[in-house]
């Protein structure tokens, strides 16, 4: 079964309060998802297998540990998963990107693909799909099945702002994904937002509208 892990580091809530004011500008809430992006990463990265290696210092050979065996891989869901990714980079930089562009129909809420990107070993690799906003959970559940039908067996999935409903479709769509969630607001509004939020996270990144 997966498990959820919501954040509660000072910094992490301190960030998501800075993002959510609607004074905040382009630049700067950019920038704070890219460090919360690494915040939550860091805590993502937790269970990744280590092994001993022998190496030399300055003064002697001596054994430390180093990252076992799977590499790993950044998804972003396109569009406003591109603001996670540099964050998540700063700590993981030897990670592949790849990219799945998906859209909300604003008829029905359904996810519809547009684009898919991957690297070639995807399948061997440990996958972390990011997106800043967990709203319906249509589009992420939609991203993790089709990394799933490329053969992907280790991913997880991490955003910044989620609403209930959007964790439990995931953990009925994926129950062998787990969720690392910046914090959980209240609910969805009737246009399929979260409450309270933080407006449309891509048009805040790239200053659209």
Do not use: W
Not at 134 to 147: C, H, K, N, P, V
């Amino acid at each position: 079964m997966s498990k959820v892990v919501i954040m509660d580091h000072p910094l992490i809530k301190h960030k998501i309060g800075h993002i959510r004011r609607k004074e905040t500008g382009t630049n700067e809430f950019r920038q704070i998802i890219s460090e919360i992006a690494m915040l939550i990463c860091y805590e993502a990265t937790r269970d990744l297998e280590l092994q001993d290696v022998e190496i030399e210092t300055p003064i002697t050979t001596t054994i430390v540990q180093e990252l076992k065996g799977r590499k790993l891989c950044v998804v972003p869901i396109l569009r406003a998963g591109l603001g996670m990714v540099d964050g998540m980079l700063s700590l993981i930089p030897a990670a592949k990107v790849g990219h799945i562009g998906l859209y909300r129909d604003p008829e029905t809420l359904k996810p519809v693909e547009y684009y898919c990107k991957l690297p070639g070993d995807v399948a061997e690799r440990e996958i972390f799909v990011v997106d800043p906003m967990l709203a319906t959970g249509g589009s992420s559940a939609a991203a993790i099945q089709m990394l799933k039908d490329k053969g992907c067996k280790h991913i997880h999935f991490l955003c910044i702002i989620a609403a209930p409903e959007g964790i439990e479709a995931i953990k009925a769509a994926h129950p062998d994904v787990d969720l690392y969630v910046g914090t959980v607001d209240e609910k969805l509004n009737e246009h399929g937002y979260i409450v309270p939020g933080l407006g449309d996270a891509g048009d805040r990144i790239f200053g659209t509208k």
